[in-house]
């Protein structure tokens, strides 16, 4: 069993992930809280932070990879100092993306 937190309340997430054709590999990872959901299938990177979906692909450039890593991160840090919730963290990540 693979437990892993969610990045920004602290609970344990679902894990699921399954082989798909010819060997490729799908992994998701969502909080029961429905505020931060992470999947990688076929190539595809996806993260769902509150309202905010982020994503990239394998034949992206490791430059737009790296980008949207670090939006990922400023979002989660948003998303864990946000009292207000979706609504909140909405409004404060408008520019960010």
Same mark, same amino acid.
């Given at each position: 069993?693979?437990?892993r937190?969610? %990045?920004v309340?602290? !609970?344990i997430m679902?894990?699921?992930?399954?082989s798909g054709p010819?060997? !490729?590999? /799908?992994c998701h990872?969502k909080? %029961?809280?429905h @505020?931060y959901?992470?999947?990688?299938e076929?190539?595809g !990177?996806?993260?769902?932070?509150?309202? @905010?979906?982020?994503?990239?692909?394998?034949?992206d450039s490791? /430059?737009?990879?790296d #980008?949207?890593?670090? =939006?990922?991160?400023k979002l989660?840090e948003?998303? =864990?100092?946000d009292s /207000?919730?979706?609504e909140g #963290?909405a409004r404060? !990540?408008k520019? $960010? $993306?």
């Amino acid at each position: 069993m693979n437990n892993r937190e969610c %990045p920004v309340c602290g !609970t344990i997430m679902k894990h699921d992930s399954m082989s798909g054709p010819m060997g !490729t590999e /799908e992994c998701h990872y969502k909080c %029961p809280n429905h @505020c931060y959901s992470y999947s990688f299938e076929y190539g595809g !990177t996806e993260y769902y932070i509150w309202d @905010c979906v982020l994503g990239y692909y394998y034949s992206d450039s490791r /430059e737009r990879q790296d #980008t949207i890593e670090r =939006k990922v991160k400023k979002l989660v840090e948003l998303a =864990k100092a946000d009292s /207000e919730g979706i609504e909140g #963290t909405a409004r404060k !990540t408008k520019g $960010l $993306l």
